[in-house]
T-cell receptor, first 114, second 109 residues
Framework: EPEVTQTPSHQVTQMGQEVILRCVPI?????FYWYRQILGQKVEFLVS????????KSEIFDDQFSVERPDGSNFTLKIRSTKLEDSAMYFC????????????FGNGTRLTVT | DQQVKQNSPSLSVQEGRISILNCDYT??????FLWYKKYPAEGPTFLIS?????DKNEDGRFTVFLNKSAKHLSLHIVPSQPGDSAVYFC????????FGAGTQVVVTP
């Protein structure tokens, strides 16, 4: 069964550094998402992406965050200047249809900001 | 702003019995509801969904019930199996998917 893959599985970075989290969505999917889960808290929506542009973003997704689909297969999340509170599991997801179709999630990247 | 609430953080059930997980929501604009299951170190996995025009959807051992007037949905798993031990997330969609906090289910032999 096709799956969403995320790399790396664990990223450790120093506060203030830039990180790029990478995702390869399922190939025939058209909608892409990033979610995050801070330890012990709920899974939170960050951003959705369709047709090469952001379709929706949450209040968490401020100017330090950006997403890109650079080459038709990868979908990246960049955090420009990491803060301690950015430490979380970041999940990429994709879906065939829009919000009313099931999302398929990757196994996540654990980001630790020190 | 907790629009999707799962008030039971954990549930323990014996193998073979029914597991009932509950979820409440506040936004009447939600029109699509899903349940996801999550094992440690893995991403959420889609289990079952229901559109707001239905009140029940069944898939094998899993049944989701939707009560729109009460803004409540539930997931029934019957019979429960040890492999069902996981965190279960309720999610609701209106443009974007919002998750509840999750319920940890432990199925004991």
């Amino acid at each position: 069964e096709p799956e969403v893959t995320q790399t790396p599985s664990h990223q450790v970075t120093q506060m203030g550094q830039e990180v790029i989290l990478r995702c390869v969505p399922i190939s025939n999917h058209l909608y892409f998402y990033w979610y995050r889960q801070i330890l012990g808290q709920k899974v939170e929506f960050l951003v959705s992406f369709y047709n090469n542009e952001i379709s929706e973003k949450s209040e968490i997704f401020d100017d330090q965050f950006s997403v890109e689909r650079p080459d038709g297969s990868n979908f990246t999340l960049k955090i420009r200047s990491t803060k301690l509170e950015d430490s979380a599991m970041y999940f990429c997801a994709s879906s065939e249809g829009g919000p009313n179709s099931p999302l398929h999630f990757g196994n996540g990247t654990r980001l630790t900001v020190t | 702003d907790q629009q999707v609430k799962q008030n039971s953080p954990s549930l323990s059930v014996q193998e073979g019995r029914i597991s009932i997980l509950n979820c409440d929501y506040t936004n009447s604009m939600f029109d699509y509801f899903l349940w996801y299951k999550k094992y440690p170190a893995e991403g959420p996995t889609f289990l079952i969904s229901i559109s707001s025009i239905k009140d029940k959807n069944e898939d094998g051992r899993f049944t989701v019930f939707l009560n729109k007037s009460a803004k409540h949905l539930s997931l029934h798993i019957v019979p429960s199996q040890p492999g069902d031990s996981a965190v279960y997330f309720c999610a609701a969609s209106w443009g974007k998917l919002q998750f509840g906090a999750g319920t940890q289910v432990v199925v004991t032999p």
